[in-house]
Structure formats: C-alpha cells, structure tokens
C-alpha cells in the first residue's frame, strides 16, 4: 500500500508537471514551443577569453538547446563573433587567444587537451560571413569535407552532395552546372552552397557569422527561410548586426556588451520586454 | 602660371623621366640582341647545334654543352623543386611564428645574397670532395639547386600568402586538418605562382657559370653526358671559352651559342608568364 502511494503522488507530480508546460506552450508562440524542455547541447560555464592582455570575454554562461535558433547581437567589437569562434575552436590559430572556463557540447569539454579538433569542427559546422566556396567545381565544394574525413564511397557522396544541395534549396538552380566552378555562382547561391558545404558532413551545430551581411535582400530572404527547415534537424547559432533579423528567425537572443554577456531570452522578451536598459537602447538604436 | 598648370607640367615630366626609366634596361637589351644577331644569326644550323666540340671553328658546335644544360637543368628542378616548396611551406604555414622560424627566415634571406662562387666552392667540398661525386653533373645540380633554393622558398612563401585566409578557414572549419588544407586548398590555389618562381629560378640557373667551373665543369668534354655521374660542360662556359680564344671564327660561334642560350632562357620565361597569367585569370577571388 506504500509503495503504491509513492507511485500515485509521482504520477501526480508528473502531471502537474505537463500542465504548467502546457499553459507556458499556450503564451509561447510558433517557433517558440517547447524549447526549454528541449536537450541542452551547448553550455559555456564562466567563459572568459583574452587576447594578451585584453579580455574579450568576462564571464560568460549560457546554455544553447537543441533544434533552436540563437542570435547574438550586439555592437562591433563586443564578443559575439569571438565567442561563437570558441564553439568550433576557430580562435585557435589567433595569436595569444587564451580562454578561461568550460564550454560543453552534447556534454563533452572541448577545450580538454585529447578532445580531436578535427572530429569537433565535424560536429560543430561554420557558415562565414563573406561566401567562400573553394575555388573548385560545386560538386567538389560540396564532397569535400566527406572526402577529407575518409568517405571513399561515391555512391554515398553524391546522395549526399544532391541531398545538402536540396536542402539549401540551391538543387533546381546548379543540377545541370555541378561541374562548373562555384565561383561563377552568384553571392546569395555561394552562401547556400557554403551551407550545403557545412551539411553535407552532417553536423549536429551550424555556427553562422553574419551570414548575410555581404548579400542583397532577396538572396537575405532566402536564407532567412532556410533556416526555418534547417531548425528540424540542427542547432543554429547566428551573429547578427541586423535586429530585424535576429528577432524574425531566432528562438532566443544574447546581447552582448564590451566582453559581458549582458541579456539572454527568448526572443521576443528581448525584444518587446528587455529587462536591461542597455538592452533596452541597443535594440532601440541610442547607441551601438 | 597657375598652380595647376604647374602641376600638370609636372606630371607630364614625371611621366616622360618614367618612360626613359623603363625603357633604357630595354634599348641596352635589344642593341646586345642586335649586336649578336648580326655576328650569331648566320652560323645557327643544325649541324652547329649536333656537332661536338672541335679544334676547328668552323666545325666545332654546342651539341655536349647544350645536353650538360639539359642535364643540369632537369636535375636541378628535380632537386630543387620539393625541398624549395618544402621550406616555404613549412615557413608560411607551419612556423610562422616562433623565434626559430624568424631565425630560418633572416638566414634563408641572406642566403639568396651569397656570391654565386661561394656556392661553388660549398659544391665543391660538400658534393665533389665529401659525397665523392666527382665533378659530375649530380655535384653541379646540387650546387645550382642549393644557390636557387631561396628563390624558390621566397617566390612559394609568396604564392602560399596569396590564397585567401577565407578559403583556408572555410576547410579547417570542415574539420580539414593542417595538411589536408594545405594539399587540398593552398597548394592547388597557388601551384601557379608556386611553378611560376621555380621556373624562374632555374632559368636563372641556366646562366651561372662560376659555381660550376669551381665544381669542376670542363672548357673541353669530347662526349656528349648520358648518366649522372659524367663530367660535363654547360653553355656558358662553352661560350666564355669560345670568346677567350683569338680566332675571330670563334667569336662567331660564341655570338650564335649565345643566341640559343638566350632563346632558352626567354622560352622558360615565356612558358612562366603563360602560366602565371593563365592562373591569374582562373581565380579570381
């Protein structure tokens, strides 16, 4: 008869539980639903980098969940791209870069000495701010970060190659020109192949770094709703000058001020109820 | 005068003190290949370019110089070639930034301005004596390989550093490994400018004389060279001894060996500026 009250409050517990999601799913909007329930992938615990002497980061803790959008604004020079750099250990070729602290992807330290970089940047791909397709044909810019993992079966490349240029939505426009250069591909159709690039090795993470400040509004557009689909299968981080940007595609946006991460939310806290006021006159444009 | 006038009447000056500038290396040029031309031109025939070397002028020809270049050249690409682009690799991508990798570079600088008989004797007492090659043409390829070697590291370093870092990031944050960046992205990017400098370097190496006469290449080789261990001679020794000699014929065949040196030389550099040219007009970044 014990054992079964324990059971039966449990049960309770759990319900109770759901509903409070429930009733918080029916204020939440959209794309909006469920994220804090989701899996945590990434987790910085008090980041702190430098360059030298200077400290690029102070302190910095945040939790990123899976299948989600994040944007990190915030003015030039304010640590956002150097902190999404840490994510995929792009700051370590950067002279006297020196982080302080713990960052866990699917709970795995990888500033730890043994981790394989190589295997890391696998996991956690890099979409840059200008397009820079290597100056090969596009089936190669895509096959090649399969090939440089040791993927020697070509029926699989090429599945994968059609399928990443699917999801890019770039297929209808490059089938027939799959050999010619990626060069010759517009500015907006390189970005999506640079995308292409980065899924094709299946990746658990995409880093963005603004990527689609070098590009006209319609190609902007294209890969706004890109990442809508992409959202299903990968966690999306994105630096971003543009608000508007930031609050139409992200779940959850960082603010981040002179190294300090000073506000993280959902979005649309962010940006109709800060609760800073640098947040506040950032978002507003009085000063950044 | 107004101020403007002035400065256009400068301009103007300017521009002509400039086209003077560029053209005297030219006219200097153009009046040698004339000069040689007119001595030279007659005395090219096939027969001049297949016979061996004679006593008689007029039966003499370039035919064991001209194979000793061939052979030198070859070999000394072949030596120079990996062991150049290695360093400047090495250099660019790998030790860019410790004090030894400074400590290389100030040193492979003040390499590339050693006197070319130094080398030689280097040659000599290294590849002659120590390795026992015997004034063979293994000993002056290394010796020719090791006087354009900084050439080579410098124009690789060059060609590497103009591949955009963009591209190299793009490959690293696939998870591409130094080298698989490097093979895959850097050198393919850059193997013109890469082809390019070496070409040059050894069309440079196609005119030293001195190293090779201290490494012990002869004035007089009855036999054309078939292996890499025959003693040899090259075209600009073959000419120093032609114009040493006091017979006016001589002279002749010294302005036509000259005339086909040259002719080698501008084809190396033709096929350099074909290359670098086409690779230029490839990428565009």
Known sequence: MVWR????????????????????????????????????????RDVNVFYGHFQALKGINLTIKENSVTAFIGPSGCGKSTFLRCFNRMNDYIDEF????????????????????????????????????????????????????????KTYIEEQVVKSLKDVALWDEVKDDLKKSALALSGGQQQRLCIARTLAVEPKIILMDEPTSALDPISTAKIEELLFDLKQKY???????????????????????????IEYDDTKTIFTNPKQEKTQNYITGRFG | MTNALKNKLIDNA???????CTLF?????????????????TRIDWNFITSLPSRKAEKAGIYTALMGTVWILFLTAIIAFPIGVGAGIYLEEYGKKSKWANFLEINISNLAGVPSIIYGLLGLEIFVRAFNMGGSILAGSFTLALLILPIIIVSTREALKAVPSSIKDASVALGASKWQTIWN?????????????????ISRA????????????????PFAPSSPMDEFTVMPIQIFNWVSRPQHEFAVNAAAAIIILLLITFMM????????????????W
């Not at chain 1, 449990?10 to 959209?30: D, F, S």
Request: charged residues 20%.
């Open chain 1, 98 to 153: 020196c982080l302080d602290g713990e960052i866990l992807i699917d709970n795995n330290k990888i500033y730890w000495n043994k981790i394989v970089v190589e295997e890391l940047r696998k996991e956690v791909g890099m979409v840059f701010q200008k397009p820079n397709p290597f100056p090969k044909t596009i089936f190669e810019n895509v096959a090649y970060g399969l090939k440089i993992h040791g993927i020697k079966d």
């Open chain 2, 14 to 20: 300017f521009k002509v003190f400039g086209i003077i």
């Open chain 2, 269 to 284: 550099n033709g096929v350099a500026v074909y290359y670098r040219n086409k690779w230029q007009k490839k990428i565009k």
């Open chain 2, 25 to 41: 290396g030219l006219v200097i040029l153009g009046i040698l290949i004339f000069n040689i031309a007119e001595v030279g031109l």
């Open chain 1, 5 to 44: 009250f324990i059971i039966e409050t449990n049960g309770r517990k759990k319900l109770n539980g759901k509903m409070q999601v429930l009733e918080k799913q029916q204020i939440m909007t959209g794309s909006q639903k469920l994220i804090e329930e989701k899996k945590t992938i990434i987790e910085a």
């Open chain 2, 206 to 221: 196609i005119g030293e004389t001195a190293p090779l006469i201290v490494v012990g290449a002869l004035a007089y080789v």
């Open chain 1, 235 to 261: 966690t999306i981080v994105i630096v971003t000058h543009n608000m508007q940007q930031a609050a139409r595609i992200s779940d959850k946006t960082a603010f981040f001020y002179m190294g300090d991460l």
């Open chain 2, 185 to 201: 992205q850097t050198l393919p990017a850059s193997i013109g400018g890469v082809l390019t400098g070496v070409i040059l370097a």
